[in-house]
């Protein structure tokens, strides 16, 4: 036991800062729920979820805006014309 006495004492139990406690303004009042109003609610954001689902196209069902197609035909008119001139003075 002498090895203990040469430990510095504030290395091992350093001192105790304790601060105030402030306590609330107002406690908390949680709202509850009747069985069937929690029910009701919880229909209602299902009905809703399924109804914006719904709505909502998925990534197969949208189609091609007729732009795009314009455009993919002019390219390929641009890239068939030499050969067409080609064949047109044949």
Sequence with gaps: MTGSVSVNQNMKNPP???G???P?????K???YSPVQAEAELGRI?????????KS???TEKKT???VFVALGL?????????????VKI
């Design 16 to 18: 105790l800062n304790v």
């Design 20 to 22: 105030t406690i402030n």
């Design 24 to 28: 609330p303004d107002k406690f908390y």
């Design 30 to 32: 949680p709202v509850l």
């Design 46 to 54: 299902n009905h809703d979820a399924y109804v914006s689902i719904k």
């Design 57 to 59: 196209e998925s990534i």
């Design 65 to 67: 805006p007729i732009s």
């Design 75 to 87: 390219a390929a008119l641009a890239i068939c014309i030499p050969s067409i001139k080609k064949l």
